[in-house]
Nanobody
Framework: QVQLVESGGGSVLAGGSLRLSCAASGSIFSINIMAWYRQAPGKQRELVAAAHTGGSTNYADSVKGRFTISRDNAKNTVYLQMNSLKPEDTAVYYC????????????????WGQGTQVTVSS
């Protein structure tokens, strides 16, 4: 059983900062990718940022230069530092991990956190 537990959401004024954290626990052999997605009301869930095992990262164009994703592989934890927040960043943010539960598992699977609300007011 794998669990992803997020923390760090909240309300902030435009221009402010928040830091999200997500810790993965349970039966984990390896984590290929840890990522953050978000979903605003009436919109589809979208990728915000992803951190790959090798160290590479990728970002949605809308957050480049403002958000930074980082991983602590020893703790199976991913962070999202969000600076210069805008009202359009308001959404529920979901942690995602693409991982294998054991060495015998032939495939990796996606796991999701419960989501944390981020609200940016102008």
């Amino acid at each position: 059983q794998v669990q992803l537990v997020e923390s760090g959401g909240g309300s902030v004024l435009a221009g402010g900062s928040l830091r999200l954290s997500c810790a993965a626990s349970g039966s984990i052999f390896s984590i290929n990718i840890m990522a953050w997605y978000r979903q605003a009301p009436g919109k589809q869930r979208e990728l915000v940022a992803a951190a790959h095992t090798g160290g590479s990262t990728n970002y949605a164009d809308s957050v480049k230069g403002r958000f930074t994703i980082s991983r602590d592989n020893a703790k199976n934890t991913v962070y999202l530092q969000m600076n210069s927040l805008k009202p359009e960043d308001t959404a529920v943010y979901y942690c995602n991990a693409y991982l294998r539960e054991s060495a015998r598992a032939p495939y990796a699977y996606d796991y999701w956190g419960q989501g944390t609300q981020v609200t940016v007011s102008s």
